[in-house]
């Protein structure tokens, strides 16, 4: 199981659930989300996730045994990642995300949101 993640140098205080779909789960950081992100956290063959849509500042940590063993029992197995964090969510207390997953990749690397309606290309929105 995987202890703290180790971010690459880098603007990452603003994070959104990118992609998630049946197999994947894709946070996505940067530090202007409605145009682009330029790191995101791929997690295959996610177990249990305790994530929040939209958050700010993580400071990834340790997962607790507590969290460990509540992973383990809800999951009937030992995850290949367990990644723990505190986060702004916006409201007047931290948020604590939790996310059990198979394996993570780390990506670097400009992703634009937009696409044109008449190209299909993905280009930032016109200001």
């Known amino acids: ?75 009937g197995e030992e995850p290949g990642v367990l990644l723990a964090f505190e986060a702004d969510g916006g409201g007047p207390e931290p948020v604590s995300g939790l996310i059990a997953a198979g394996d993570l990749e780390v990506r670097v690397g400009t992703v634009l949101r937009h696409r044109t309606e008449s190209t299909g290309s993905t280009v930032p929105p016109p200001r």
Do not use: K, N
Request: aromatic share 14%; proline share 11%.
């Open 1 to 75: 199981m995987a202890g703290v993640i180790e971010l690459p140098e880098g603007s990452w205080w603003d994070w959104d659930v990118y992609s998630w779909r049946p197999g994947e789960l894709r946070p996505a950081a940067g530090y202007d989300l409605g145009y682009h992100h330029g790191l995101e956290l791929v997690l295959t063959d996610p177990l249990y996730i305790r994530c929040p849509a939209f958050f700010q500042d993580p400071v990834f940590r340790e997962p607790t045994p507590g969290e460990r063993r509540l992973v383990e029992r809800q999951c």
